[in-house]
């Protein structure tokens, strides 16, 4: 099975790739385009399936969008998706890397949630994100950050190092100190950590349960086991996440972290 079919399966049930709920997508996006209520322009750099411009051109009639994925698969499903909610319109897709890319028009929302990576992290995205955003425009991050210090149980299973994140407190100094304004943010809550992580791990152990006689049924079955227990056993209650919606500060504010 390859990631693509295998997320589909484990994110089914769930609105985006990321342990928010659908009310929290909503506040993020009206505190991201606040001052563009009926209108703006949206770019969502590593987009997946589109879900946050989705959502946007569905709430917002005069909205228009760009989502950017290296993944071809998850933009046809998002391209389905705008057909049926009749906003196909107002969507363009591209498949391309989100890194490198330079845009003619400048958009009133950047976002760029859960693929922080392709830029090589946190700052870096931020900084490519300053040259597409219009004057008093918002940035949208969503980024992991430490609740907790993590041991080898949880770093293991992350396959992650202590250096990739900072606590929260850290994130938003080095955030600040990087020339951007918090203006909002949403701290996923253990309950919605709980219910991404149930449905990831539930849904896969679900389709090899309903598949026994499916080549990939015992790899999927292993890989639920071994992902709830890396989830139970490492990062529950260590790893947390933030979505952060950003205004440019210039100059920018220095304040140590
Ligand atoms: C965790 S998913 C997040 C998807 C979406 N932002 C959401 O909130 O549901 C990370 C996404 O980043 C995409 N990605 C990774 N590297 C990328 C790159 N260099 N350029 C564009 N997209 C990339 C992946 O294909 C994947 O769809």
Redesign the pocket.
């Known amino acids: 099975m390859d990631s693509y079919a295998r997320h589909l399966i484990t994110h089914a049930g769930h609105?985006?790739?990321?342990p928010?709920t659908e009310a929290a997508l909503a506040d993020v996006l009206d505190a991201a385009l606040a001052h563009r209520p009926d209108a703006g322009r949206l770019l969502?750099?590593?987009?997946?399936?589109?879900?946050?411009p989705l959502r946007a051109l569905t709430a917002r009639p005069g909205a228009r969008a760009v989502g950017?994925?290296?993944?071809g698969a998850?933009l046809a499903w998002a391209a389905e998706e705008a057909a049926r909610l009749g906003v196909a319109d107002r969507l363009e897709l591209r498949e391309?890397?989100?890194?490198g890319l330079t845009w003619d028009e400048p958009f009133d929302a950047v976002?760029?949630?859960?693929?922080t990576?392709?830029?090589g992290g946190l700052l870096p995205t931020l900084a490519a994100a300053r040259a597409p955003l219009a004057p008093g425009g918002c940035v949208v991050v969503?980024e992991g950050f430490w609740e907790r210090d993590p041991d080898p149980a949880a770093l293991a299973a992350l396959e992650a190092a202590r250096e990739d994140y900072g606590d929260l407190a850290t994130t938003v100094e080095r955030v600040v100190a990087a020339g951007w304004e918090p203006v909002y943010g949403h701290v996923s809550t253990p309950g919605e950590w709980d219910d991404y992580e149930w449905r990831w791990t539930g849904n896969l152990a679900r389709w090899a349960l309903d598949h026994p006689d499916h080549p990939d049924a015992a790899a999927a079955a292993e890989t639920a086991a071994a992902h709830r227990a890396g989830w139970l056993r490492g990062y529950r209650g260590v790893l947390g996440f933030v979505t952060l919606v950003l205004r440019a500060t210039c100059p920018p504010v220095r304040t140590g972290g």
């Open positions: 609105p985006i790739a990321g928010l969502d750099l590593g987009c997946g399936q589109a879900v946050w950017v994925d290296v993944n998850a391309a890397s989100a890194t976002l760029c949630v859960g693929a990576h392709a830029f969503g």
